[in-house]
């Protein structure tokens, strides 16, 4: 079954710190992996996916398709990093074609 | 300002009323979908639409019916609203279905009472 899975329902953190935000994913096949953000009062937006592999506002997540994982990471977090952070997979075409299969969500906090 | 947007921003009415929820987007995307997020934040998709044809119908209760008069619209219309629909509603666009960016809409806050 296509699963997405963010262990950590809460992350804090202080400023300055390094931040790892977890995500492993059931699915036989090579799925897109991206990374959403929901900033407060905002509008859920993609944060990076893993073909680009570029580095968006610090944060960079490696796919890890022996793991399974593909966890985003930033070496310095901020005070605006502070949102909702969805992992999400997209099966490679076929079958429920366009779906975005989300995690249940991790919100980082950055304290001052 | 191109993007996606979704009216009304606010919805409270009373259970087993009927409402709905409108979305639309200016982006030329020629598919556009319905995520509900419930009160844990957890997001799920409803429905898809491409090309205005139903490509994804979720396990969703038929009280809920998507219409897509055109590419650029996608609306929900909602049947005897229940307790548990209360929740978040985004809409979102993308270009193609295939692991492509979604682009989402700021949500449809529904409060049943």
């Known amino acids: 079954a296509q699963r997405v899975t963010q262990p950590e329902k809460l992350l804090s953190v202080f400023k300055g710190a390094p931040v790892e935000l977890k995500c492993n994913y059931s699915y036989s096949g090579s799925p897109e992996l991206f990374w959403y953000v929901q900033y407060s009062r905002q509008r859920l937006q993609l944060l990076l996916r893993?073909?680009s592999r570029e580095s968006i506002k610090g944060f960079t997540a490696d796919l890890n398709k022996g793991e399974t994982s593909f966890h985003l990471k930033k070496p310095f977090a901020q005070e605006e990093d502070s949102a909702m952070y969805y992992c999400?997979?997209?099966?490679?075409?076929?079958?429920?074609?366009?779906?975005?299969?989300f995690g249940k969500g991790t919100k980082l906090s950055v304290k001052p | 300002d191109t993007a996606v947007s979704q009216t009304p921003k606010y919805l409270v009415t009373q259970m087993g009323n009927d409402k709905s929820i409108k979305c639309e987007q200016n982006l030329g995307h020629d598919t556009m979908y319905w995520y509900k997020q419930d009160s844990k934040k957890f997001l799920k998709i409803m429905f898809s639409?491409?090309?205005?044809?139903?490509?994804i119908n979720e396990t969703v209760p038929n009280r809920f019916s998507p219409k897509s008069p055109d590419k650029a619209h996608l609306n929900l219309h909602i049947n005897s609203l229940e307790l548990g629909d209360s929740a978040v509603y985004f809409c979102?666009?993308?270009?193609?279905?295939?692991?492509?960016?979604?682009?989402f809409g700021p949500g449809t806050r529904l409060t049943v009472l």
């Open positions: 639409y491409n090309n205005k044809e139903l490509i």
């Open positions: 999400a997979l997209s099966p490679p075409g076929g079958g429920s074609q366009g779906n975005l299969i």
């Open positions: 893993h073909i």
């Open positions: 979102a666009s993308s270009h193609g279905t295939v692991n492509i960016e979604q682009f």
